[in-house]
């Protein structure tokens, strides 16, 4: 199983990012995918969510409006559009995978976990 996330670097202020994560070694189209990301010195946290086919989708409160989930069960991808970026969004961003979605935050649901890409938002 591998989930590498790609896509990540820096970026001023206001700008724009596109996260990718590629899976293989299951059945993509079975698992529920979600995107959290942890600080320096922080905990992680829950980003967004997408169902198996995208008809439930997710976001923390914190990038609702902002960021946008998206799936692709055909070439096994998951990605986030990350717009209007601020220095607190700053983080490495983690794909992962659940058979079980909920409201897709929890992260104890999730089975498979990437190594994730590191976002700079900074002017």
């Known amino acids: 199983v591998q989930l590498q996330a790609s896509g990540g670097g820096l970026v001023q202020p206001g700008g724009s990012l596109r996260l990718s994560c590629a899976a293989s070694?299951?059945?993509?189209?079975?698992?529920?995918m979600g995107w959290f990301r942890q600080a320096p010195g922080k905990e992680r946290e829950f980003v967004a969510a997408?169902?198996?086919?995208?008809?439930?989708?997710y976001y923390a409160d914190s990038v609702k409006g902002r960021f946008t989930i998206s799936r692709d069960n055909a070439k096994n991808t998951v990605c986030l559009q990350m717009n209007s970026l601020k220095p607190e969004d700053t983080a490495v961003y983690l794909c992962?995978?659940?058979?079980?979605?909920?409201?897709?935050?929890?992260?104890?649901?999730?089975?498979?976990w990437g190594q994730g890409t590191q976002v700079t938002v900074s002017s």
């Open positions: 992962a995978a659940s058979k079980i979605l909920r409201d897709g935050s929890s992260e104890g649901l999730y089975d498979y």
């Open positions: 070694g299951f059945t993509f189209s079975s698992y529920h």
């Open positions: 997408i169902s198996r086919f995208g008809a439930s989708i």
